[in-house]
């Protein structure tokens, strides 16, 4: 079965500063998908960023990348110039026929 | 264009009543998905469907029932309602090998 491990329960970043979330997930597919969704007090999920495993090339979307290791099945996060509205939970979640999530990472911005 | 449409919003049921949380989609995704979010737990799957008159099991599937009878519904049913069910639930859909939309989440209590 897959799974999805996030080791930081809570992290803290100045504002402007840059922070990197980690994710490890376990799967025996060649062919799945990976995500980083937000989820702020609304407790609505929005998606950050994806990568297709088959990709070789990071993705990014303005502030956010990641850094993505196939051979050590790692997906971290990075988070540039922090903004106190990225105050939010974080969840990494690996997907074929079905998405699961890691336990999240609550990230904090110090003003 | 709804997109992913949970009723009720909040609900709140005594040990040993039966419910269904309703859940609807207007983007015409084959995918659909029932998840609970418990504090430091994140999200966990429960039963998920790939396709009309297809369901199978997610990571915490006992207690709860779905059915898909048309690729727009995927109800969840509490037949009989225990405090440990006690949750946010959210639904989800998705087209196959991308991200899932999420609706607005169902807060239940069992008392």
């Known amino acids: 079965a897959q799974t999805v491990t996030q080791s930081q329960p809570e992290m803290s970043v100045q504002e402007a500063e840059t922070v990197t979330l980690s994710c490890t997930y376990d799967?025996?597919?060649?062919?799945?998908?990976l995500f980083w969704y937000k989820q702020p007090p609304s407790r609505q999920m929005i998606l950050v960023i994806r990568q297709e495993a088959y990709k070789q090339q990071n993705a990014t979307e303005n502030r956010f990348s990641v850094n993505f290791q196939k051979a050590a099945k790692s997906f971290s996060l990075k988070i540039s110039d922090s903004q106190l509205g990225d105050a939010a939970m974080y969840f990494c979640a690996y997907g074929d026929d079905k998405i699961i999530f890691g336990k999240g990472t609550r990230l904090h911005i110090l003003p | 264009n709804a997109g992913v449409t949970q009723t009720p919003k909040f609900q709140v049921l005594k040990t040993g009543q039966s419910m269904t949380l309703q859940c609807a989609q207007d983007?015409?995704?084959?995918?659909m998905s029932w998840y609970r979010q418990d504090p430091g737990m994140g999200l966990r799957l429960i039963h998920y469907s790939v396709g009309a008159g297809i369901t199978d099991q997610g990571e915490v599937p006992n207690g709860y029932n779905v059915s898909r009878s048309t690729t727009e519904d995927f109800p969840l049913r509490l037949l009989s309602a225990a405090p440990s069910q006690t949750s946010v639930y959210f639904c989800?859909?998705?087209?196959?090998?991308?991200?899932?939309?999420f609706g607005q989440g169902t807060r239940l209590t069992v008392v």
């Open positions: 989800a859909s998705n087209r196959p090998n991308t991200e899932a939309f």
């Open positions: 799967t025996s597919e060649s062919d799945y998908y």
């Open positions: 983007m015409n995704h084959e995918y």
